[in-house]
């Protein structure tokens, strides 16, 4: 059964930091090239971030250029993302996705 | 970036009714490649999002065949031939043409 588990969303004060993963099982991770997606409570879906199946090609979306880190270890079946000077903004949920496949989400709330 | 936008927006429809909502975007979705990277996905209320449709016209593996996309270019369209309770829900666009990805803002389907 193919599953993406996302993990480490919580609450955050603005400024701070967290560093989320997402756990794949089912398929072959090293082969699909990588997304996150994030929703905040009652709105659409925002794309955040890619990466190739190699870790080669990456891309950001404007909104978190410069403050989000995209990475991969293909050996641990495993997606990061590392997000750093974090705003109210980036309350959401945030899924990983390969497109056919989704995740079930982790809440991310930045707040004082 | 490329702009999506879909109508309508809330499309409340009658059971085994058929039900059509558009997508336009602001660009070509024609990559360099020949192919048009417009895809469909369906969030149900409290489910993470799911892709119906990819390329287009390209159904998923598991989705009805009530489920189509047509369009090219610019204007693209989804339809449900005959509408069935579990297809209540959240339906977007995506562009996988250009960088920074960009989804449609969202047409909210319901049974009237």
Known sequence: EVQLVESGGGLVQPGGSLRLSCAASGFTFATYDMNWVRQAPGKGLEWVSYIDRSGSYIYYADSVKGRFTISRDNAKNSLYLEMNSLRAEDTAFYYCATWDYWGQGTLVTVSS | ????????????????????????????????????????????????????????????????????GSGSGTDFTLKISRVEAEDVGVYYCMQGAHWPLTFGPGTKVDIK
């Open chain 2, 1 to 68: 970036d490329v702009v999506m936008t879909q109508s309508p927006l809330a499309l409340p429809v009658t059971l085994g009714q058929p039900a059509s909502i558009s997508c336009r975007s602001s660009q070509s979705l024609v990559y360099s490649d020949g192919k048009t990277y417009l895809s469909w996905f369906q969030q149900r209320p409290g489910q993470s999002p799911r892709r119906l449709i990819s390329e287009v016209s390209n159904r998923d593996s598991g989705v009805p065949d009530r489920f189509s």
